[in-house]
């Protein structure tokens, strides 16, 4: 810190000598745009139309108004159509449906959600529950908006336990109807977008009753309104008011008093009911019928996770512009350093990019094993499973890095991230949400990691009790191997000075992939081990499972990050380009470096890392951040906005324009002689 | 999950057995609410009348009238003179003054910045920096809300880095005027609270020029408008617009175009121009004279770390009292289970309400020093160095756990988090600035650290070669010994039943301090090392510093930390009954066995802990947890918030209403015989 007025040296913003390698930054953004690149490209050209921006200064009931009308905007642009039938104009391409659907989070979240609501959830209920009677009917309405819905599941009393909610729905053979009722207030549906004003109809999630039985969760087509806009008979919605975010989205409640609808309104592809009441499905397991039906609706989480991560790409581009541009502090020279040269503004932003990079490649993937499933090319009950398997350890890790990616930019930016015209804040405001709608992060983890559990299991089934012993000794020994040995990482560094050298090469793709997929399998295998003992006490087993919640849902995160570095590394070997190849897998290596550390202390307990190795660690990271730093640019480049999409004012470029014209002010000033003397150097020359 | 519509059991909400220890409530508020007590319980009481709560609908325009509207009403109720001089009718109570302060956050965080802006920082320059004339002239149309007025130090090219700002103040003895201008837009003031419409004055930071000399940052008190409300000539201000909180403000910036002020509006305390043009000083050292005019400005970091506590702690008191209500998925014993008995929840929740503790606790301790400084009863130059480096090892820490509670306390809440009324969303929106503004955090750790290294120094001065030699060695002799002999916990666990017994005994308060302590003295003597090659050449120094910048600022943090437990230590120390120490214990050993657990790859690496007692440390946690779940309702009820200061219909007791009538319903038509069957029990009769 100094107090001189008077700056005449200037250091040039970005130096990228010619000896270090360069990228092919086309090439890069190819590869991030992945699979349905051309749907991505034809979207964002769309939204380049300022009639889709989001309109900072509206309060919520001209935002909600504005968001409506984009959604015929859309309709206009064929945008939102890519996944229904042909039949209907549609192009039964899910990919790219989802991936034309994401591309909207940086326009605005409200109007990719509320989009999200009409065609994601509300048409895709009936598209997906429903059979070719009701497509019929409803399908064009709802895919031209004529017909507004509502997506009602969630209920005040129960969001992530559906299977537990209060509504029902009780069979009349005398009037061959459906009785849609909610008996006690916390059965309201609660939080449904379209809900509070536009919605004219909604897919109402009930408890299905017939004949005195009832056959669980199904799903119902109920009008809510007249042609006149006047709620039928029965129904109730509330405001929900403003939010933390999405205010352009019309959230509401809905509650029923004994609304009749017609039989045939049941969304009977799963389960039918005959007008005397006879109930029938192809699935005979309820358990089993309601996780299918539930299934068919994984999109929404597919959508997030790529929303999500094209979110946290947009706001490194602002930071990470910005911190190129703005300078602060002299440096050693006398000029003021720009931030990123910072050591801890690269460590703030770079993992973090490095982090958003994987989970982009890892979304494509993601969204191909979708596509696959939902074009019925590879869709068998696994194919299923394996997809909401990957569907609930991705959503939670991109939706959480999402928020925290946001925020340490407005950080990084200071008070000028705080402006909301910075797009930093809004879009935090609005992502905050898609960490625990469409199932809460932390209950997607629980699942993923019961499913790890499962899938551990299976290895023993049908070993007897030697086959049992001889593993669990096994598993003994590899530990107290691992423990002792250090099998990998063993050499211990005698000579300091080529620490550096022998940690990069004790860490590299082979290594980082062993202790990343290592912990995975032994965080998997000890909570198994100490679950075991309540496999025939159901109290003694509830009590262990809640002991060991925390860490399963740490080992269900550690197999997503796992999902994400394998993704990452794929990408990587298919670039053809040698420096390009280089400096991501650089990238690659920050990333999963950087799991390492966080996960340090695990590694060192378990044995994984020598003391010595885990502590060259952090020093690796931060010698990866410093040969990135030339690159940041690029790297941001890459994601491929265009100034119509970022529209910040922070990453326009005014900011060098401004420490420009503040540095040739002082150059100038010196220049005329007639600068200030400082008091400082005054005092120095006399003395 | 099951698909059952009937629930006929239920389980007792709060379970607090007989055996177990009670805690005294009315004592612990009284702990927490701290030295000034009576002044928090005080404004506390003023805050009850709605008049005082914000309006959530209210657009930015309204919202801003309101917020001004509101600092009329604490002139009325004589809520924000404490600290001016009793000559003024204020009580010269700087303690008392910024706690009562503090306590606005909860109502409306809008209202306490803008008090803040008014009373603490436009205000306070005028009393601190200004002289007798000053205050008689300004002081008593401040108090009074007559002169609302800006405090104009932010630049848009420069904030953390004040020394270097761009404005200039040029003394023109032929007028005996100084001449306020705005060379180059980087150098305009920006984010400015009042500036954008309410101010019609402010003090402005610029270089002061006299005779050909730059003698550094000076304020000056600058009318802004004409008694129409029209700007002087030369004056311009525009309004920042919406931001991602603080609403109420109106921020916005402010430059100067030849702006001429009389020669005796410079606030000349530390610093004057004689009608001459002759600059005088009684600190005669330009650099020692910017900090000290800054230090007196420091109240705005003091009370930022009390309101972001206090923000945390409501934040906690809505989730806390929510998740004891909340019942979400089937227990064991077919009833549904309460949020906060799951272990992740407790997990979530509770280690961030020993912290919230703990940094409430460390705040009266730093309150109380303020308050003897700024009384002039204990106000050496050390004092004061003290205090500063108090305010930037704790602010930061308490802004960002604050963000990060009301986070998870939104998230712990689900989508009725995300609703406005709910208070959550609200809160953090309104506090994320305070994480950057006041002294950006980062920076402010950096300086911290910066105090450190001085500090480590200055154990070395005066020493020769040899003492330095032999301190060296001792310092790798204790390494080593510390690698390899793990003194203090070095006893390895033999026996796997008494692990949980033994793991207390090593981890309780003693050696928390050592662990917490030691790391942060090691951390420093590290970093020292290696910034040692750089002592004598500029370039590699700034190199070295930069590449440890990241480790310099987690070890201010760890030092912060320190003082955080140490401070709740003492206040446990201080109860009196026996039983509510006990349980306080408990919690303050949470906080602490959370902060070795979040820094346990570092006490491994250095040998600080064992693999085995390290691999201990987070079961530790659980069981602390499980341990303080009886007492969580009472901790947060001990924050002492009424019904007034709560405002969120979330932890109204509604949930547990609706919970109630939920569970009646279905026990009613479980005893009516009238239930449908479930297909499950109907399949499962059948086999």
Known sequence: MVDAAVRPTTTPTETN?????????????????????????????????????????????????????????????GAVHRAFPKEFGGEENNGANIAGFEELVVVDPSLQIKSGVQWGLFGSAVLQLGTKEHHAKWLPGIMN???????????????????????????????????????????????????????????????????????????????????????????????????????????GRLHFDHVRIPRTNLLNRYGDVAPDGTYSSAIDSPGRRFFTMLGTLVQGRVSLDGAASWASALGLYIAITYATQRRQFDGADGAEVVLLDYGKHQRRLLPRLATTYAQIFAHDEFLQKFDGVFSGRTDTPDDREDLETLAAALKPLSTWHALDTLQEAREACGGAGFMFENRLVGLRQDLDIYVTFEGDNNVLLQLVGKRLLTDYAKQFQGKDAAALAKFAVEQTAGKVFHGAGLR??????????????????????????????????????DIAGRLRLGAKDRALGARLFNENQAELIEAARAHGELLQWEAFTDAVRSIEDAETKKVLTWLRDLFGLQLIEKHLAWHLINGRLSTQRAAAVSSYIDRLCGRLRPYALDLVNAFGYEPEHVRAPLASGAEAERQDEARAYYADLAASGKAPVQEKALKKAKR
């Open 17 to 77: 000598d010619a000896e270090t390698p360069q990228i092919d930054v086309d090439a890069v953004n190819e590869l991030l745009l992945g699979t349905w690149a051309d749907t991505r490209r034809q979207a964002r050209e769309m939204i380049k139309d300022p009639a889709f921006w989001r309109k900072d200064e509206l309060g919520m009931d001209e935002h909600r108004e504005r968001v409506l009308s984009q959604l015929h905007l859309l309709v206009e642009n």
């Open 145 to 251: 908006l004529e017909i507004p819905g509502a997506f009602a599941m969630t209920e005040m009393g129960h969001g992530s336990d559906v299977a537990a909610i209060g509504t029902t729905a009780t069979y009349d053979p005398e009037t061959e109807e459906f009785v849609i009722h909610t008996p006690f207030r916390a059965a309201w549906k609660e939080f449904l977008g379209n809900a509070a004003l536009h919605g004219i109809a909604a897919t109402v999630f009930a408890q299905l009753i017939t004949n005195g039985v009832n056959h669980g969760v199904h799903c119902f087509y109920v009008p809510l309104s007249d042609e006149e806009g006047n709620d039928l008979p029965g129904i109730g919605r509330e405001d929900d008011g403003l939010k933390g975010g999405l205010n352009g989205i019309d959230n």
């Open 488 to 525: 990998q990482f063993g050499q211990a560094v005698a000579d300091l000075g080529s620490t550096a050298r022998s940690v990069e090469k004790g860490l590299r793709e082979e290594q980082q992939h062993e202790l990343l997929s290592d912990r995975v399998q032994q965080m998997v295998s």
